[in-house]
């Protein structure tokens, strides 16, 4: 039977934003269509068609003693709004400030607030910023201006080591938060955090949808890695490869794996943090398919997405005793094709490349 009580991405978020409001936090979120959400898929703001400017946010009305909700559009300069809420987070440290670029790549005329300001605030002055980016992301075959929220500038900038593995401890993961400069995600299931890419179409993908029940208290920890839990994970000794991911490619990854019947012989692994990356729930998974091989597998381009911050990482792991092979797009100067049908052989062929058990061997 199917499960009926389940919630797509943009009631998680409603959710999640009328959690906070009635715990007393206030929420402020800004960018372009953020009032209705710029695929449709939010309707924060109601609007009265016979009486103008009338309008009406149902997320105030939540409960009598709530936290106030402030949800509005911005104009297209991203400098500008940016460096506004920055100063807004920063002088407002208990508030869940968040901007919203309409699509991930329109954080480039916003660069130098991201270079000067946040991801470098604490080295420079020793302070903290909260605010959180959602950069809308994903190959759609829509064009280079809508497709890439440029995840490995986000990565480049970030203060970890790839070469040293760190002592795991007890609270590794809250240790690695103090250390960090800030957190970078593409969560493909709904979970949200900092700085976070997520992609356009699973705001209405049939399989990114989530139960209740695991939203019920004491099971909304966010989930840095989420392992494979279908036939592969019951025999690990037999699996023949580990393919990691992140984001939306991942529903592409598991229906191909059904169709060429290889549920039992390749674990598809979703790394939803990339930044502190999880060293310590990535060598649980590589010590536990001690047999298989192990494939980044990215719908970016080779030169883009997050193939050069994960890699070294993941070799830091095993501590470089097994190679980790490369399945996606070749590399290129733009982040993305508008061709749909050059778009959907490009995703062909790397999806091939991620199932063909013999396509790495042999090289060094």
Not at 22 to 44: A, C, M, P, Y
Not at 299 to 315: A, F, L, M, S, T
Request: hydrophobic share 35%; with cysteine.
């Amino acid at each position: 039977m199917v499960d009926q009580r389940v919630c797509d991405w943009a009631l998680g978020e409603y959710m999640a934003f009328g959690s906070l409001l009635k715990e007393g936090i206030h929420i402020r979120l800004s960018g372009q269509d953020v009032e209705r959400g710029t695929f449709s898929h939010r309707h924060h703001v109601l609007h009265d068609q016979n009486v103008d400017k009338r309008i009406c946010i149902p997320m105030n009305y939540v409960s009598p003693d709530q936290a106030p909700y402030t949800v509005c559009n911005s104009s297209l300069s991203e400098y500008g709004v940016l460096g506004f809420e920055l100063g807004f987070a920063m002088a407002s440290p208990n508030a869940l400030v968040l901007w919203e670029a309409q699509f991930g790549d329109f954080n480039n005329t916003a660069q130098c607030i991201i270079d000067q300001f946040i991801s470098s605030g604490q080295a420079k002055w020793v302070r903290q910023n909260g605010i959180v980016l959602l950069l809308p992301h994903g190959m759609e075959g829509m064009g280079p201006e809508h497709s890439s929220a440029r995840p490995e500038r986000f990565l480049q900038m970030c203060n970890d080591d790839p070469d040293v593995f760190p002592k795991i401890t007890e609270n590794f993961a809250v240790h690695q938060l103090y250390d960090c400069n800030w957190i970078v995600t593409d969560p493909a299931a709904l979970q949200e955090t900092s700085d976070s890419v997520y992609s356009k179409s699973l705001l209405r993908h049939p399989e990114a949808k989530s139960s209740f029940d695991d939203m019920l208290p004491g099971h909304t920890i966010f989930k840095r890695l989420i392992p494979d839990e279908g036939p592969a994970a019951a025999s690990p000794e037999n699996v023949k490869r580990i393919v990691f991911c992140s984001g939306k490619i991942y529903y592409e990854l598991t229906r191909e794996r059904k169709n060429r019947g290889m549920d039992d012989t390749v674990a598809v692994i979703r790394i939803e943090q990339l930044s502190p990356f999880p060293f310590d729930l990535v060598k649980a998974e590589t010590d536990r398919y001690s047999n298989a091989d192990l494939v980044w597998c990215q719908e970016e381009h080779k030169n883009q997405g997050y193939h050069d911050y994960v890699k070294p990482r993941i070799c830091t792991t095993t501590n470089h005793t097994r190679p980790v092979w490369y399945a996606g797009r070749d590399p290129a100067a733009a982040p993305a094709t508008g061709n749909k049908k050059t778009h959907l052989t490009e995703l062909q062929r790397l999806v091939d490349a991620a199932f063909d058990l013999d396509a790495f061997s042999g090289k060094i």
